[in-house]
C-alpha cells in the first residue's frame, strides 16, 4: 500500500509539473559583466517600480537564454506571483574555458578544512558578479537579495556561501547528489562550506533524489547552527531520479511555503 501511496503522489506531482509550465513569466533579457567577460541572464520582475526583494536562481546546466526561450518560466511566475524579482544568470564552467583542474589545491587553510575545486571558481565568480549587478538595479531592495541553486548551480552557491558576497541566505537544492559518494574533496569542501556560511542556508532535496547522503551530512552541520539554518527531504516528485530533478524548478506548490517562510525570516519581510 506505502508503495502504490508513494506512486500515486509521484504521478500527482507530475502533472503539477505539466501545469506549471503551462503559464509563463514574463520578463527580459539583461547584461552583466564578470572581469572582462559580459554574460546574459534573464529577469522575471512583477509589476511596478519596487524596490522589490530578489532571487537570483543558478541552473544545474548552462543552455543559452533567449527571449524566445526564457529559462525557467515556472520559477519566474511563482517568484513574480510573490512580489519578488527573479534573475538567472549565465554561467562559464571550466570545461567552457579549458581550465585545468587537475592537481590543483588551495593554498592555506587545508588543515581547517577548505579544500580547492577549480572546476567551481569560475562559476563563483560569475554567480557574484551577477549579484552585484541584481543588487545595483533600482527596482531591487539590495537588502533582500537570495541566491538559490539547484544541481551543480547549488554546489556554486554553496561554495560562495562562504565569501564576502553580501546576500541574505542561500536556498540549495540536491547539492552534488549523483557525486557525494565517489568525490570526496566535493564532500568534504562542501560540510566546510556550510560551516564557514555567512548566511542561512536552506538545503532541500525530494525522497527520490540521485541520493539523499548530502542531506544527512550537510543537514547534520545545518542542524548545529541557529535558525533559520535547516534542511528538508520531501516526499518523492514523480517516479524516477530523473523526474526528481525538476523539482527546483517545477515543484514550487510543495517547497514554496516552505521557502517563503525562510526567505520572509532571512529578509525580516
Do not use: C
Request: proline share 7%; glycine share 8%; aromatic share 10%.
Amino acid at each position: 500500500m506505502k508503495k502504490l501511496a508513494l506512486i500515486a503522489l509521484g504521478l500527482l506531482n507530475v502533472m503539477l509539473l505539466g501545469s506549471a509550465r503551462a503559464e509563463n513569466a514574463t520578463g527580459h533579457i539583461a547584461y552583466f559583466r564578470s572581469g572582462d567577460t559580459t554574460l546574459t541572464g534573464y529577469v522575471y520582475r512583477p509589476e511596478g517600480s519596487g524596490p522589490f526583494p530578489a532571487v537570483v536562481f543558478i541552473r544545474t546546466g548552462n543552455k543559452p537564454i533567449t527571449e524566445s526561450a526564457p529559462p525557467v518560466p515556472e520559477l519566474g511566475k511563482f517568484y513574480t506571483s510573490k512580489g519578488f524579482v527573479l534573475f538567472v544568470p549565465m554561467h562559464r564552467s571550466a570545461e567552457e574555458l579549458k581550465v585545468e583542474v587537475n592537481g590543483v589545491q588551495a593554498k592555506g587553510n587545508h588543515k581547517k578544512g577548505k579544500i580547492a575545486l577549480p572546476e567551481y571558481t569560475v562559476m563563483t565568480k560569475d554567480i557574484a558578479a551577477a549579484v552585484t549587478w541584481l543588487k545595483a538595479q533600482s527596482f531591487v531592495n539590495e537588502n533582500r537579495v537570495a541566491v538559490a541553486g539547484q544541481g551543480a548551480g547549488a554546489v556554486a552557491s554553496l561554495l560562495l556561501s562562504q565569501q564576502e558576497v553580501d546576500v541574505s541566505g542561500y536556498i540549495i537544492f540536491s547539492p552534488a547528489a549523483q557525486t557525494w559518494t565517489v568525490k570526496p574533496e566535493l564532500r568534504e569542501a562542501l560540510i566546510y562550506a556550510v560551516r564557514e556560511a555567512r548566511a542561512p542556508i536552506f538545503l532541500i532535496q525530494p525522497q527520490n533524489d540521485f541520493g539523499l547522503e548530502p542531506s544527512e551530512a550537510l543537514g547534520k552541520e545545518l542542524s548545529a547552527k541557529s535558525k533559520p539554518n535547516t534542511s528538508k527531504v520531501y516526499p518523492p516528485f514523480g517516479t524516477s531520479h530523473q523526474q526528481a530533478s525538476a523539482f527546483p524548478s517545477a515543484g514550487s506548490s510543495i517547497w514554496g511555503p516552505d521557502v517563503m517562510k525562510f526567505l520572509g525570516t532571512v529578509f525580516n519581510l
